[in-house]
């Protein structure tokens, strides 16, 4: 058995969404002060749904925590609705009975990306580290926008985005869809005390099963998230490939 078959957890997939924002409720009911990094996309969005009425039944308050933003889009403008800021404020930071203490996102309105990436990082830094990195699982195996072919050491950084990414982005409502994006690297993301990664949907079940049993590659970036001592997958019953 792989350490990350260890590490997972199948849930019905009625009982997925509630079952993931249970436990995140309880991870900042446990550590108020969490400094939690948080996806974008059709994964997350349920358990986002649920999040107020979970944290409410564990007791838990956002008051004191940090929330990050995992990446953003390049060259689209502030306030659009597309954009992964105003897609993680309309869906977590808006609906929370009170707002997190900090919500960190890159500066991509300024005109030096890669300085935004260095003052995201140094955010981070100041906050004392990353608690928490929630991630999304893409169908090519892209965590964040750290498309195939990053390796474990990649950087906070301006990326080309693959066409699968530009695709999702068009099917957002970004039209023209954006090339480019910045994201929390993996370096990043393998330096977080705990790592989850949230697999929903048959048609993952593919790339699920190629992450939990096949090569450890930077052709499937979520495979190298294997060796993280932290690390915890949680997937629906029609994502988990047996």
């Known amino acids: 058995m792989t350490a990350a078959r260890r590490d997972l957890s199948v849930l019905p997939a009625a009982d997925w969404a509630d079952g993931v924002a249970d436990a995140l409720a309880q991870r900042i009911e446990a550590r108020p002060h969490l400094v939690l990094c948080l996806p974008t996309g059709s994964t997350p969005r349920p358990v986002y749904e649920r999040l107020p009425a979970a944290l409410s039944r564990a007791g838990a308050a956002t008051r004191q925590a940090s929330v990050v933003l995992l990446d953003e889009y390049l060259g689209l403008p502030a306030g659009h609705p597309v954009r992964c800021d105003a897609q993680l404020h309309r869906q977590v930071i808006k609906p929370l009975p009170e707002p997190p203490a900090t919500f960190l996102a890159f500066d991509v309105d300024g005109p030096d990306p890669a300085a935004a990436c260095a003052a995201y990082d140094a955010a981070i830094e100041r906050a004392g580290g990353l608690d928490l990195v929630v991630l999304g699982l893409g169908t090519n195996g892209h965590i964040g926008m750290n498309e195939p072919g990053t390796g474990p050491d990649a950087p906070t950084r301006v990326i080309e985005l693959a066409p699968s990414t530009i695709a999702a982005a068009l099917a957002y409502g970004a039209d023209p869809p954006p090339g480019h994006g910045v994201t929390l690297g993996l370096a990043g993301i393998l330096a977080a005390r705990e790592i989850w990664l949230l697999v ?36 629906d019953d029609d994502a988990w490939p047996g």
């Open 200 to 235: 929903s949907g048959e048609r993952k079940a593919a790339i699920l099963r190629a992450v939990l049993d096949g090569p450890v590659t930077t052709d499937v970036p979520a495979s190298l998230l294997r060796g993280h001592p932290g690390l915890r997958i949680v997937a």
